[in-house]
């Protein structure tokens, strides 16, 4: 029993000391390599982000996810693969922003340049991400990196219609240190001309300060710690429509901050966050008189998600999140939430070809209840040029304070909206010496229900009850190619196109403000490290803009063209000019409320 | 996408306020009923015999005015911020025709036609939202003036002595600048304001004296609670107090002016529902301007539309219609509400008696409103539906 018991541990010792080296080894060699999923992801680099001022501008040229926007400059929001505006969810940096109060992000507010990364992950994946991810996901991320010195980067910017800005951001890492701030700032009258109308954009001045600070500390090859901070502060007068003028404004205040720690040892990854975030608007019926109304949240959140990597074909994720929200507005009480979520992911690699994910998710609030969300999702890679990916989830998206609270009218037994996606992909990439190439398609189906709306009751009052139920299917392909020729001419060229059918399924009508085919284009030409032409298309489809097809918004193509010329020996300096809708195309994305008409941008920008 | 993508996400902001004042802004006028009464005592003996509905045809007019005699004017008011305001037209020979407005001027009708008024030849579409009044040839339609100078946010017209007047509430966010201007009906321009309270709504003329019912506008000083009385010879204005929410305002044979009083919600200061204030019917005197019944409504009940046909006056909480006579006191307030006469499936937004027809608009700011029409005398039979503009909210008799 004795001798057993040793050489049991004698094996045990051997074994645990021998799969210690061979971790190590492996370490050293994978990284911990997180094991591929079955989601299709449009990833857009700081090049591209650098030179757009705000979210809907990337991803209006880089994917081919349509919007709807007030106006330039007004309000953006979202609609990706039909879906509604809360049901694409937006992180930053892992933090969901989407709003408390009203479910979505104005994308014409979140300024690009600070970050390092956007990623789009289409299709749905609350189990994986949580509330609203059913049409899809942003991540506005900063990558944390040592020891590359420092760098700064400096933008002036002067445009039509009164339009300017600048941009400032410095980074500084040394080999266990980091640190990244920046500030921006735009403004713009944007009374453009309404084109074949008599009046202009007027009421439509607007203007917005942006401070972000990443600081992080890494005090050993297991363990950093990273804050992240961000300051908004904006204004913008509503608008007037076509037909009806405007003296109303919107103030805006946001801030967030984020605390991580990240600990690395062996085989696990563990990221313990905490949060706090907070959203606060008014709305002035006039801007001539003090009175307004204010909707503010205070969010507190808690985070902590723990990766194991069993070896490197099996890996376990378990995590949690607890986020206490307190509401307060002039048509809501006083009220809070608090919302726990646990969820699990099981990544399996069969081989190097096969890989698949496992994700379950369970969130109890205190103002409603969720079931239990499930994915699954798998990729196949037969060759190394060619893959195919398919998913299925289980998606929801939670009730908003101003649902639950709003008073008169709001309605404290509503319920999660819910959906159902699945989605099949393929993708293939090759290169053919100075030319490559990548091509992506994807097949895709959304069944939806429960969906909030606001509806007259018999009381006068209108309320937001679950009624609602759409079903949208459609495909996506995108293509991207680069080449170099002669090592001084280099060709890009980047297109997507999407075909969206999304219906009410009371009606079988294609739901408003949901574009049937969507295209989008940029080639961009560079003669060695000189001038660079760029020229972006975007095909706007006809879309019916009242639930019966009574009214509709016309197709337009719309083109632009930006030339960028670096100078100075080392090139710090690169003077750019960007003329929007060269061709004068009068276009609308909301009924009435028409797009500008031709207008330049100059840009300098210096960086060293 | 559904009405909350368009419509809430205005930013949800925008549209709760609009949800407000679509909550304010109670729709429904008998100002043809009016007019047609005021038309029988100047032009007794030339007025033409009021068609009954039965299933003949009646003979057209040889010599029409225009091509929208003879029939029913249909205001929809469109959805906020849409600019989708249309007029439809309802011939005696059952034939519908939708957005008149835009069809004879090829011209956009406005944002939130809120109501129409009469003269003998024309027809004043106060549009709310576009701050402005279109005036034009009541039969033919066709433009005759657009009234901007002087008009901010125009709710009602009426004619009155020679002179036309619309309830105005200036910068809605104003509370000390609302009006009611007086129109040269010859040029069709403001001649001058007559400056009152908070939130002039309807107005109802008896002899020399125009009613004015205020609801309150934006509620900046609170729920409106009288009906200025404007005597016009002098212009001077006086001021009955009455229940929250004065809104329509009827007159019956016997020369009371009769106010329908909606009532308000009542919210502590975390916006908690506490209470409401019922609605009532209140009776004034319109000789004396005294109040002489107020019929409270039970069970706090909040009414939003009075039609007055005959010695009957009906009015409805929600989708309940209920109605009572002339003669009603205060003693009957106890069972007023006893039995509705019909209840309607959806939410309605307006509903008006013209020739023992009922006409009913369901609510619909998204897509083209549905309207009802029930026989007054019959309402158990199915009623006829027709497809109407988006947001339809009143109907006027023109003959």
Redesign the interface.
């Known amino acids: 029993m004795k001798r057993i018991t040793t050489t049991a541990i004698a094996i045990l010792f051997l074994t645990l000391s021998y799969s210690q080296d061979s971790l190590q080894n492996l370490k050293e060699v994978m990284l911990y390599k997180k094991i591929k999923d079955g989601y299709t992801k449009v990833i857009i680099g700081d090049s591209v982000l650098n030179a757009t001022n705000t979210l809907t501008e990337v991803l209006q040229q880089y994917t081919a996810i349509s919007f709807k926007e007030y106006g330039k400059g007004q309000l953006s929001s979202i609609a990706f693969r039909g879906t509604s505006a809360a049901q694409t969810a937006v992180y930053w940096n892992g933090v969901p922003i989407n709003s408390m109060l009203n479910g979505q992000t104005n994308f014409n507010t979140i300024a690009t340049n600070f970050f390092d990364v956007v990623t789009v992950e289409n299709g749905g994946n609350s189990a994986g991400q949580g509330s609203g991810a059913i049409g899809g996901s942003v991540f506005l991320k900063d990558n944390i990196h040592f020891g590359k010195g420092s760098e700064t980067s400096l933008q002036a910017q002067i445009g039509s219609y009164d339009s300017y800005g600048f941009r400032s951001k410095y980074s500084y890492s040394s080999k266990d240190f980091y640190i990244k701030a920046g500030l921006q700032h735009y403004q713009s009258r944007n009374d453009y001309p309404f084109i074949g109308f008599d009046v202009k954009h007027e009421n439509a001045a607007y203007y917005n300060w942006n401070f972000n600070l990443n600081v992080a500390y890494k005090w050993n090859s297991a363990n950093s710690l990273e804050g992240f901070a961000h300051f908004f502060d904006g204004a913008n007068e509503n608008g007037r429509t076509l037909y009806v003028q405007s003296v109303s404004a919107t103030e805006d205040a946001n801030s967030r901050f984020l605390l991580r720690w990240l600990w690395e040892p062996n085989n696990i990854r563990n990221k313990l966050s905490t949060a706090y975030f907070k959203e606060h608007y008014k709305y002035y019926m006039s801007k001539y008189f003090d009175t307004y109304s204010f909707g503010e949240v205070d969010n507190y959140r808690l985070e902590d998600s723990f990766t194991y990597f069993l070896n490197s074909a099996l890996q376990l994720d378990a995590g949690f999140s607890f986020q206490y929200s307190e509401v307060e507005g002039s048509n809501i009480p006083e009220q809070n939430r608090t919302q726990t979520e646990f969820h699990t992911r099981l990544s399996h690699k069969i081989n190097n070809r096969i890989a698949y994910n496992v994700q379950w998710r369970k969130a109890i609030s205190s103002d409603f209840s969720v079931p239990h969300i499930f994915s699954f999702d798998i990729q196949y890679e037969p060759a190394a040029f060619y893959g195919i990916k398919a998913n299925t989830a289980t998606n929801f998206r939670q009730p908003t304070f101003n649902d639950l609270y709003w008073a008169p009218g709001g309605n404290l037994d509503l319920n999660v909206e819910k959906a159902w996606t699945i989605e099949a992909s393929h993708y293939f990439k090759k290169k053919f010496g100075a030319l490559s190439l990548f091509a992506q398609q994807s097949f895709f189906h959304i069944d939806t229900e429960d969906l909030i709306q606001w509806q007259p009751m018999d009381s006068g009052n209108w309320s937001p009850i679950n009624i609602a139920k759409t079903n949208h299917y459609g495909m996506e392909c995108s293509l991207k190619v680069d080449y170099v020729y002669k090592s001084k001419h280099l060709f890009q060229l980047q297109a997507n196109y999407a075909y969206t059918i999304a219906e009410d399924e009371e009606t079988d009508l294609q739901l408003i403000y949901v574009p049937k085919h969507t295209f989008s284009s940029v080639v961009n030409y560079r003669f060695k490290k000189k001038l660079n032409t760029s020229i972006y298309w975007n095909y706007y489809d006809d879309m019916f803009t009242i639930a019966d097809h009574t009214d509709a918004i016309n197709s337009a193509m719309v083109m632009d063209v930006k030339l960028a010329y670096p100078i100075g020996i080392k090139k710090p300096i690169t003077i750019g000019l960007r003329i929007n809708n060269i061709w004068n195309t009068a276009y609308l994305l909301y009924d009435d409320r028409p797009m500008p008409d031709r207008n330049i941008q100059c840009t300098i920008n210096y960086n060293f | 996408?559904?009405?909350?993508?368009?419509?809430?996400?205005?930013?949800?902001?925008?549209?709760?306020?609009i949800?407000k004042i679509?909550?304010q802004i109670?729709l429904l006028t008998y100002l043809l009923t009016l007019t047609f009464f005021i038309g029988c005592t100047d032009d007794d003996d030339t007025l033409p015999v009021v068609p009954t509905p039965d299933p003949v045809i009646p003979t057209p007019d040889p010599d029409p005015l225009g091509e929208y005699q003879n029939g029913l004017l249909l205001l929809n008011e469109g959805n906020f911020?849409?600019?989708?305001s249309s007029v439809s037209f309802l011939s005696d020979e059952d034939q519908l025709t939708n957005g008149i407005f835009t069809t004879v001027n090829s011209s956009?009708l406005?944002?939130v036609a809120q109501s129409i008024g009469f003269t003998t030849t024309d027809a004043y579409i106060c549009v709310n939202?576009?701050?402005k009044v279109e005036v034009v040839n009541r039969y033919t339609f066709e433009s005759l003036a657009t009234i901007t100078e002087g008009i901010n946010s125009p709710r009602y017209f009426i004619e009155a002595n020679d002179l036309g007047y619309i309830s105005d509430w200036g910068?809605?966010?104003?509370a000390a600048d609302d009006f009611v201007a007086v129109i040269n009906l010859e040029t069709r321009e403001v001649a001058s304001t007559i400056a009152v309270n908070e939130g002039p709504e309807r107005l109802l003329v008896v002899d020399n004296k125009l009613f004015v019912s205020h609801k309150g506008g934006?509620d900046?000083n609170g729920p409106g609670s009288s009906v200025s009385v404007i005597d016009l010879t002098t212009n001077t204005v006086t001021s009955i107090a009455t229940m929250e929410n004065p809104d329509d305002l009827v007159l019956d044979v016997s020369g009371n002016v009769w106010v329908l009083t909606e009532g308000s919600?009542i919210?502590d200061i975390?916006?908690?529902?506490i209470g409401s204030n019922p609605g009532s019917l209140t009776k004034i005197n319109a000789t004396t301007n005294a109040v002489e019944e107020t019929i409270e409504m039970p069970n706090d009940a909040?009414p939003?539309h009075l039609v007055l046909n005959n010695d009957t006056l009906y009015f409805n909480i929600?989708?309940d219609l209920y109605a009572t006579t002339t003669s009603v006191t205060s003693n009957d307030a106890a069972t007023i509400l006893d039995a509705p006469i019909i209840s309607f499936n959806n939410?309605i937004?307006g509903f008006n008696i013209v020739d023992s027809r009922l006409f009913v608009m369901e609510?619909n700011f998204?897509?083209?409103a549905t309207m009802l029409e029930y026989s007054i005398a019959d309402l158990t039979s199915n009623p006829i539906s027709r497809t109407v503009g988006?947001g339809a909210s009143k109907i006027y008799k023109n003959e």
């Open positions: 996408m559904m009405i909350d993508q368009c419509q809430i996400e205005i930013y949800n902001v925008q549209s709760t306020i949800f679509m909550k109670k911020l849409s600019a989708n956009v406005g944002d939202n576009s701050a910068d809605p966010n104003d934006y900046l919600t919210y975390d916006w908690n529902v909040q939003s929600g989708t939410s937004y609510t998204t897509s083209n988006v």
